[in-house]
């Protein structure tokens, strides 16, 4: 199955192409939703008095305060998150509760810290970029395997933030966090992949992808359930852990998509770049060699030891059955010696 994907490497390429315009798509149509650090507003958390549903305490302060913008999260133990995203008066906001509970704690952040907090976040970003396409270039002293792994990165960045489109998980500081993680589980897997085709020699392209692969998928793996096991515990046992449950989401569906990306469009970048550095090299020493040529060619490589020793014996067999020479030559030599010591006599 896997010299099958090998040899259809050129069609597996518009797979994760057709997942990252998908999720631009999605990002274009559904928007992408920012936390309150990041877009502006109030937040506060409150400690209330009587079990009251969180949905009951949303209507009732979008009406005190008359917007619609309010999100109410259950931290538990009676204690919930409000988010607002106009900024509010700390005390309009008190007045609202009307006697519902006790004000723990209120932060109001203006357009002017939100429009600083974004600018950081796309600084990091580019920054993280630049640095790993330096490292990578480093590395390995070839531009298109470090083209492979830059473009490999930036869709899993593009699959991620499509996907916290779809499952409404806000922009936030945790998110952006997960984000960058993201972009190092993405060149770890990536640097697997190009070490091994580019740097090892040992076997064949497909025996030494085959290996990365199996090593690659086994850590993606392992990731994404550990971070689907910290997903579920935190959205269902404890869901005032608002920051876990974002971050474990994210890397979830980036991992995923990093799967695709790696394995298939990178794999195929790879593989497309030894043929060209292969063929490259024929032409320039004038060799013409055609597949079936280079197929007998790896064949003869994988000749096991159990058909040499039958080349052996067969040879050793022929030898045997091979019949004497006749000894009449030697015979009339031997006769034309004799009779010229007579004749000398």
Not at 224 to 236: E, H, S
């Amino acid at each position: 199955m896997f010299e099958k994907m090998m040899d259809s490497y050129k069609t597996l390429i518009i797979i994760p192409i057709i997942i990252t315009l998908l999720a631009l798509a999605c990002i274009t149509i559904n928007g992408l939703d920012q936390g309150v650090e990041l877009k502006g507003g109030s937040q506060a958390v409150l400690q209330l008095n009587d079990n009251i549903s969180s949905i009951d305490l949303q209507n009732q302060l979008s009406h005190d305060l008359g917007t619609s913008d309010v999100k109410v999260t259950n931290n538990g133990d009676n204690q919930v998150t409000v988010d607002l995203e106009s900024s509010v008066n700390s005390t309009t906001f008190a007045n609202a509760i009307k006697g519902e509970g006790k004000v723990i704690s209120f932060n109001s952040i203006g357009p002017v810290l939100s429009e600083e907090a974004m600018g950081q976040i796309y600084t990091a970003m580019i920054f993280a970029f630049l640095f790993m396409a330096v490292t990578v270039f480093i590395v390995f002293r070839e531009f298109v395997p470090s083209i492979g792994v830059i473009l490999a990165a930036l869709c899993d960045i593009i699959i991620a933030v499509g996907g916290m489109s779809l499952f409404n998980i806000p922009l936030s500081i945790a998110s952006v966090g997960a984000l960058l993680m993201l972009i190092g589980y993405s060149v770890d897997t990536d640097i697997l992949l190009t070490t091994r085709l580019l740097k090892r020699k040992e076997g064949t392209v497909v025996s030494r992808a085959k290996n990365a692969m199996e090593t690659g998928l086994t850590m993606s793996f392992a990731a994404i359930a550990a971070m689907a096991i910290l997903f579920i515990v935190t959205t269902i046992i404890m869901p005032e852990a608002t920051t876990l449950s974002s971050i474990a989401g994210v890397l979830v569906i980036g991992l995923c998509g990093d799967i695709f990306t790696t394995w298939f469009m990178n794999l195929a970048i790879l593989r497309r770049y030894i043929e060209w550095k292969h063929e490259r090299k024929m032409r320039k020493y004038g060799i013409k060699q055609s597949d079936d040529d280079s197929s007998s060619e790896e064949s003869k490589k994988e000749t096991t030891p159990s058909q040499g020793k039958n080349k052996n014996n067969n040879q050793s067999n022929k030898n045997k059955n091979k019949k004497p020479k006749s000894s009449k030559k030697s015979n009339k030599r031997k006769n034309k010696k004799s009779k010229n010591k007579k004749g000398g006599k």
